[in-house]
Structures are given as structure tokens and as C-alpha cells.
């Protein structure tokens, strides 16, 4: 496996409490980063907080309840990660959450309220971050700002339909953004997930499963009808390798690009 040190360096992921956000920050602190997490519910948050500390005690680890999608709180992050850490190396653009809707379904409120979490879960915590960012890029490209995005993007379901209408444009913003911070040595990458073992489908599985249906027998069911190519779901540490991967040097001649973390579902060439 290659190995890079990240000591030194700071790392910030939203929705770090749970799922592929909280594998992500496990990552950086083994490679030696200093890490800043954020989520709502601060009793989920500090959960995460605890198992961080507690396989690795000497972590440079802060924790702050955070609402992307509330400027103010984004802006008091990254003052909480200014004043801890003093600089910013990678951003992880993570928190989030699908919605299932068709089109008949989605009224103007669930349309609003999901292009909303889509674009204002990238674009406030990069504009809050892009000072540090901005300070901490070295000639290298050390700077980069990584997003978690869904194959829906490129490959929309039509029961995902304002999802994967904001995800597509979500695809596009972070084109646009790679271009415009690359003269600052910023890189801008993404993630396309399939479908990925964690928090949300957790809670789908409470429920929707039959009753006696195991968790292992619901997902393997899912993963057949969904015809995922590589049989199962995805586990949160597949994701944040490759997040892992954007973020950090190991990358560093790569932006406004995206890394397909499906499982094989993705049919284009
Ligand atoms: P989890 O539910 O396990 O984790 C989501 C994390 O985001 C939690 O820490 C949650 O904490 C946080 N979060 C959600 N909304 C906000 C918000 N407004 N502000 C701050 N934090 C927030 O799910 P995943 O790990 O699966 O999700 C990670 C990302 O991957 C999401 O953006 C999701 O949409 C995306 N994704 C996941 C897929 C999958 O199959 N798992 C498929 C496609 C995309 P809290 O609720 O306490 O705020």
C-alpha cells in the first residue's frame, strides 16, 4: 500500500459523524492529519468523536455541530478550524442525503429544499474554507477540495429524480470551480458513489425489511435487483479511499475530474 504522511497537514470533512465522512476522517488521522469534523445532531457527532479519540488517542481531532446549509454555523466552522488548526489543506465536501421522489411526487418545497442540501452543501463550506485553502497551497497542489457525488449525476433514476437532477449540476459547479482555483494550485475533484453501506441505508433498512430479514440477506437483496456488476454494496472505507486518493497529493496532477466508486453500475464508455 502507498503510504503518505499527512502530519501537518489539516483536513475538514463535513457530515464527519457518520457513514463515508466519518471513514474519511479515519483515513486522515492514520495518515497523521489533524482533522475537522461537523454534523446536526451533536449526540451523533460526539459518538463519532469518541470512537475517533478512542483509536487514536493522540489525535488532532475537533468535532463541531454544523448545519451546511446555515451560513453562519458553516462561517463559526471555519473559525473553530482557523483558531484549532490555523490552516485548511483539504476540504471534503460530504454532508448530505438522497431523496427518493418521482416526479409526481416532488412538489416545489422538496424541489427547493433539495437543490438547496445539493448546491449549499458544496458551495457554503468552500467559500468559508477557501481563504485557508487559498494560504495553504504549495507548489505541489496540496490544496484540494473533494465532493461526494452520485452516479445519479451522469446515470439519473427517474425515483431519484430531483437528486439526480442536482447532482448533475452539482457535477457541472465542480467543473467550473476547478478551472476557476486551479491558477491558486487548488484542485476540485469528486466522488460518483452507487450505492454504499452507511447511515442512510441503515435507517432504510429499519424501515423497509421484512420481519427476520438480516441486514447481510436485505442489502445482497437490493444489490441483485439493482444489477450492481460487483454483487454488493459498497463499503463507507471504498468510498473514502478514493476521497482519499483526490485529496491528498497522491492526486496531485488531477482536477475537475471524478473517480466512479459503483461497483460497476455506470453503463456509459
Ligand atoms: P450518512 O447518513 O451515514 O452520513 C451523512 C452525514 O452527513 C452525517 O454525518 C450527517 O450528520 C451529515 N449531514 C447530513 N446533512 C447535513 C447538514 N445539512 N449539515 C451537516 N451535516 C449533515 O450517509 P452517507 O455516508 O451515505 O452520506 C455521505 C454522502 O454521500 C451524502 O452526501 C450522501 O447524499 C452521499 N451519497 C450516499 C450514497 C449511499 O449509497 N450511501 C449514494 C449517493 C450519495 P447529521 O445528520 O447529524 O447532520
Known sequence: MIQIDLTGQVAVVTGGSSGIGLATAE??????ASVAICGRDSERLAQAEASL??????AKLLAQTCD???????????????TRFGRTDMLVNNAGQGRVSTFVDTTDDAWREELDLKYFSVIRPT??????LRDASGSDNTAAVVCVNSLLALQPEPHMVATSSARAGVLSLIKSLAVELAPQRIRVNSILIGIV???????????EAQPGQNW????????RKKNIPLGRFGRPEEAAQALFYLATTLSSYTTGSHIDVSGGVARHV
Not at 483515513?27 to 497523521?32: D, E, I, K, P
Not at 479519540?53 to 493522540?58: G, L
Not at 467559500?127 to 485557508?132: D, E, K, Q
Open 68 to 82: 451546511v446549509l446555515d451560513a453562519d454555523e458553516v462561517n463559526a466552522f471555519a473559525q473553530a478550524v482557523q
Open 127 to 132: 467559500r468559508a474554507f477557501l481563504p485557508m
Open 53 to 58: 479519540k478512542a483509536q487514536f488517542p493522540d
Open 27 to 32: 483515513l486522515f488521522l492514520r495518515a497523521g
Open 216 to 223: 447481510e440477506d436485505w442489502t445482497a437483496e437490493l444489490a
Open 197 to 207: 453501506e452507511s447511515g442512510q441505508w441503515r435507517r432504510r433498512f429499519a424501515k
